[in-house]
């Protein structure tokens, strides 16, 4: 049977399997991620074989419990590159770590010091930010990555230029971590467009059945100037996003409040 490409109604059931889906994927990740602990020895290679177990069953049991399904639109990187996605809920973190063998992300240090999830972050090359250093993060966080690109390579790190989840149809102002990080590094960038908010929301309650979309966008190569690579990231994303969420039943108005769920 063929998945539908716009957010299904929400019944009791679905709440039901909601619940469910939560309680499966628990057990799991301490099941997983404790049975995996003898792959920490391997270093990197090791944590991320285990980080795509862990996924690929997060996302098996989605479309288990939820119906929730995803579609992989344009080419996902396998060298070193910065993503830079647009961040509408928990499934498009997923589905983008998925769809590349060496991910790494832009996170904040308390993530980090969770335990299990924590110490797979690290093992995998994630890189901690510290908000609280101020503009000196992005000095320790570039330094950090060269490091990385020096000692086996960076994979393809994952960051969000909106600095946090937003609402289907929301736009919030550009930060400029990315555009420091590129340049840098030297690293090829490439945007990503979403629309997983309208299946999965911000708060992780209430998922919808049906199948998402996230679409890989062409690479921002190192060799554009650096003036104009902010405004086209913007403005590839957004209007990437605008069209994926409107395939999916969303219309979108002049702002925020005028944008309506199928």
């Not at 498009?92 to 832009?106: E, T, Y």
């Not at 190569?221 to 902010?230: E, G, I, L, T, V």
């Amino acid at each position: 049977m063929t998945t539908r490409a716009v957010p299904a109604p929400l019944g009791p059931w679905q709440y039901v399997q909601n619940v469910l889906f939560y309680v499966h994927v628990a057990l799991a990740t301490v099941v997983i991620g404790l049975f995996g602990l003898p792959q920490m020895r391997h270093g990197r290679a090791g944590a991320n074989r285990v980080a795509t177990r862990w996924i690929g069953y997060m996302i098996w049991a989605a479309r288990l419990h939820l119906g929730l399904t995803c579609e992989i639109r344009g080419t996902p990187p396998t060298g070193d590159c910065i993503i830079a996605a647009k961040h509408q809920s928990f499934w498009d973190i997923l589905v983008i770590a998925h769809a590349v063998p060496r991910r790494a992300f832009i996170m904040k240090r308390e993530v980090m010091r969770v335990p299990v999830m924590g110490w797979y972050a690290w093992k995998v090359g994630c890189i901690p930010i510290d908000r609280g250093r101020g503009r000196d993060a992005m000095g320790i966080m570039s330094a950090e990555v060269k490091a990385r690109m020096q000692d086996g390579g960076v994979g393809q790190l994952i960051i969000y230029p909106e600095g946090t989840r937003t609402l289907p149809g929301q736009r919030k102002p550009y930060k400029h971590g990315v555009a420091t990080l590129r340049a840098g590094t030297g690293l090829p960038v490439v945007p990503v467009a979403v629309n997983a908010g309208l299946f999965w929301p911000r708060s992780g309650w209430g998922i919808r059945r049906g199948r998402a979309v996230v679409e890989f966008l062409p690479v921002i190569d190192p060799d554009q100037p650096q003036a104009d690579f902010m405004p086209r990231l913007e403005r590839q994303v957004e209007a990437a996003s605008d069209r994926l969420m409107a395939e999916a039943g969303l219309v979108l108005g002049a702002g925020d409040s005028d944008a309506a769920r199928p």
